[in-house]
T-cell receptor, first 112, second 111 residues
């Protein structure tokens, strides 16, 4: 029933580890996004994909690698985690650009 | 200076009051979004507009493209309206897949 689902909801790990966050949408949307919300609650786009193609890469470090195996999935893999990566990561989707976006519940990543 | 500025940053109101949150932007846009984030963290899209005015229940959003300004109004506010309201803009041309966000307005409605 969930429109945009992210897993896991919470992720606690140590500096230097590699982790992945999965995102799936069942809305039939063509476009998917990853956003980062920092400790001051400020949202910033990281990536957007349209029909599995990367459209926006907003100067995100190479340690972050999105993967879109199909239109319904956009996963985020992070290598060599750093303290500054601690944040809430939101996945979202829309039919295309300039359409209302549907957000997942967020994944709270904490780096020890 | 952020490309999207919201005011006020914090707003406290009594139940029943009329609320206005403002958003100004400095770049060309293709659309403006109003989002709501509840204390639990989930984000919901309230409106997307590129001209004029939209209404949904007690919420009204307006945009003035010439003045690069939008307002979100809440009529007959209720404690359940307490949340962070975020303004975001889609760029124009190839940047229309990119949302740029304001810092949000924390609204608290007291009973």
């Amino acid at each position: 029933d969930t429109a945009v689902s992210q897993t896991p909801k919470y992720l606690v790990t140590q500096m230097g580890n590699d982790k992945s966050i999965k995102c799936e949408q069942n809305l039939g949307h063509d476009t998917m996004y990853w956003y980062k919300q920092d400790s001051k609650k400020f949202l910033k786009i990281m990536f957007s994909y349209n029909n599995k193609e990367l459209i926006i890469n907003e100067t995100v470090p190479n340690r972050f690698s999105p993967k879109s195996p199909d239109k319904a999935h956009l996963n985020l893999h992070i290598n060599s985690l750093e303290l500054g990566d601690s944040a809430v990561y939101f996945c979202a989707s829309s039919f295309t650009a300039n359409q209302p976006q549907h957000f997942g519940d967020g994944t709270r990543l904490s780096i020890l | 200076k952020n490309e999207v500025e919201q005011s006020p940053q914090n707003l406290t109101a009594q139940e029943g009051e009329f609320i206005t949150i403002n958003c100004s932007y400095s770049v060309g846009i293709s659309a403006l979004h109003w989002l709501q984030q509840h204390p639990g963290g989930g984000i919901v899209s309230l409106f997307m507009l590129s001209s004029g005015k939209k209404k949904h229940g007690r919420l009204i959003a307006t945009i003035n493209i010439q003045e690069k300004h939008s307002s979100l109004h809440i009529t007959a506010s209720h404690p359940r309206d307490s949340a962070v309201y975020i303004c975001a803009v889609s760029g124009s041309g190839g940047s229309n897949y990119k949302l740029t966000f304001g810092k949000g307005t924390l609204l608290t409605v007291n009973p």
